[in-house]
């Protein structure tokens, strides 16, 4: 079965600077791949999607890369601030056809002032 | 954008009752709806997919007798967690796509902390 493998240890960088998240995946290459923002408490918040025919996706200071040879997905924030401080998860479809995501238990990024 | 509301944000219950989690889609209509468990730090775990006027369906491992779903109308999902053990408490996340589409993104709703005591 697919597993997603995020970096489970924080992301602590200063702010400024740009931060480098990583998605991999074991199994088949998925249709699609998202990233997701969950603050404490919250629900997560969707951020971007990008299909297995773009290997580049772009939105204001978030871009995300996809790479179905190496089965991963680099997500960066360039200028990070520290209201970018918060958990990012990204999700696959199940490859069933079931419009069902599978999540990666995220990353947490700290951008210090 | 698509709004998700889910309520209430927060409960605490004894152990034995049980508890009843809204989900409802305010701007667009949802004939599908997933449901969602969150632990403390780990991923989101699907738990069932709640269609509009037919049985949820539910992944392997979820009693269904257990955590019993209706989706009466095309706005609203509500998720009942019955007979509620301490082992129960979690947070549970409701989501829906606003167009139908499986390539679209995930609407989700600010989820519900549930603590059994």
Redesign the interface.
Known sequence: SQK?EQN?EALNIQEGKTATLTCNYTNYSP??L?W?RQDP??????LL?I?ENEKEKRKERLKVTFDTTLKQSLFHITASQPADSATY?C?L?RGD??????????TRLLVRP | GAV?S?HPSRVICKSGTSVKIECRSLDFQAT?M?WYRQFP????M?MA?SNEGSKATYEQGVEKDKFLINHASLTLSTLTVTSAHPEDSS?Y?C?A?DRGA??????????T?LTVT
Do not use: C, E
Not at chain 1, 97 to 103: M, R
Not at chain 2, 41 to 44: A, Y
Not at chain 2, 102 to 111: D, Q
């Open positions: 997603i489970s249709a699609y998202q997701y408490g919250r629900g997560p918040v969707f999607l299909r998860l999700a479809d056809s079931s419009y069902k995501l599978i999540f990666g238990s995220g | 998700v889910q599908t997933f730090k780990q991923s989101l699907l997919t947070f996340i989501s796509y499986y390539n679209s993104p995930l609407h989700f709703g600010n989820g902390r």
